[in-house]
């Protein structure tokens, strides 16, 4: 009868250890129904404004960026209005390059902020929050802008944490928890 050596007996139970923590790890709490709505109501948002900027982004064109922002806000105005707190457009190294609404946009660097380095790796939507210096919070999508297979740029949706909870019933805990898909991304 062979013996197993030391390598197979800790790769067994490394899997061993790793299914247990795996399967007994509680599920997510099922949405609030006003948490299912936002949820929803975000989406179908993403799904209107991402798309017009992917190009622009990609090809660095910030007339074309600022224009197709103002643009899709213009015709999702009635759906938007009230929402958000502001847009922000990185590029791919994740700089800033373009906010709505419209301002002058200074040269910021985010790159080592943790959502959106996720974003760009896993290419998915990221949420996180973002505290002001007076403790204000701000719930943030970081959404990754995808042309011919790259992550070209992030849009990054900003809301005010306090509105958020008031009017549309969410909590930041469970603001975190929403899932969203970028344009083209499988559900």
């Known amino acids: 009868m062979m013996k197993?050596?030391?390598?197979?007996?800790?790769?067994?139970?490394?899997l061993l250890t790793l299914?247990?923590?795996?399967?007994?790890?509680k599920p997510e709490p099922p949405l609030s129904p006003e948490a299912a709505k936002f949820q929803k109501e975000?989406?179908?948002?993403?799904?209107r404004i991402a798309?017009?900027?992917?190009?622009?982004?990609?090809?660095?064109?910030?007339?074309?960026?600022?224009?197709?922002?103002?643009?899709?806000?213009?015709?999702?105005?009635e759906q938007c209005e009230g929402i958000f707190y502001n847009v922000f457009i990185l590029d791919k190294?994740?700089?800033?390059?373009?906010?709505y609404p419209p301002a002058e946009v200074k040269r910021f660097q985010f790159s080592n902020y943790r959502a959106v380095q996720?974003?760009?790796?896993?290419r998915k939507p990221v949420q996180t929050i973002l505290y002001q210096p007076d403790g204000t919070a701000t719930l943030i999508i970081c959404l990754?802008?995808?042309?011919k297979d790259q992550v070209v740029g992030i849009l990054a949706l900003g809301f005010e944490g306090e509105n958020v909870r008031q009017e549309r019933g969410v909590s930041q805990e469970e603001f975190l928890h929403l899932k969203f898909r970028a344009p083209g991304q499988a559900p």
């Open 42 to 47: 975000i989406q179908a948002v993403i799904h």
């Open 118 to 122: 996720k974003a760009f790796a896993e």
């Open 144 to 147: 990754p802008l995808i042309h």
């Open 4 to 14: 197993p050596t030391k390598a197979k007996t800790t790769t067994i139970m490394l």
């Open 51 to 77: 798309p017009p900027l992917v190009k622009p982004v990609a090809t660095k064109d910030m007339q074309a960026i600022q224009k197709a922002l103002i643009k899709t806000f213009t015709l999702c105005a």
């Open 19 to 25: 299914a247990l923590v795996v399967g007994c790890q």
């Open 93 to 99: 190294n994740g700089v800033l390059t373009a906010v």
